[in-house]
């Protein structure tokens, strides 16, 4: 079995800053891409930013120059690093690994969620 635990949620004053990191463990043949996406109530699923294992990444226009994805490939970890936040950017984030894991022996990719962890930007 496969799971991504997500930390580093909470409260934050506007212009401030917060991280969050995500551990993939368990049975894990290979981790493709990582990425973190968001939530807001009444809203879609947002992506946000995404890591490929060769290191590419890609951030939506609402996060670009505020928000930076890293990686820990020996530890199957991904971060996200945000600075200058905005009362809109309060949502539930979660983490989301392509990776490739195996059953019975068998080989097979497939996307991996975290369970999701709640940042409200307020003062």
């Known amino acids: 079995q496969v799971q991504l635990v997500e930390s580093g949620g909470g409260l934050v004053q506007p212009g401030g800053s917060l991280s969050l990191s995500c551990a993939a463990s368990g049975s894990i043949f290979s981790i493709y891409a990582m990425g973190w996406y968001r939530q807001a109530p009444g809203k879609q699923r947002e992506l946000l930013a995404t890591m490929s294992s060769d290191g590419n990444t890609k951030y939506a226009d609402s996060v670009k120059g505020r928000f930076s994805i890293f990686r820990d490939n020996a530890k199957n970890t991904v971060y996200l690093e945000m600075n200058s936040l905005k009362p809109e950017d309060t949502a539930v984030y979660y983490c989301?690994?392509?990776?490739?894991?195996?059953?019975?022996?068998?080989?097979?990719?497939?996307?991996?969620w975290g369970q999701g962890t709640q940042v409200t930007v307020s003062s």
């Open positions: 989301n690994a392509d990776l490739e894991t195996y059953y019975s022996g068998t080989p097979f990719r497939r996307d991996y």
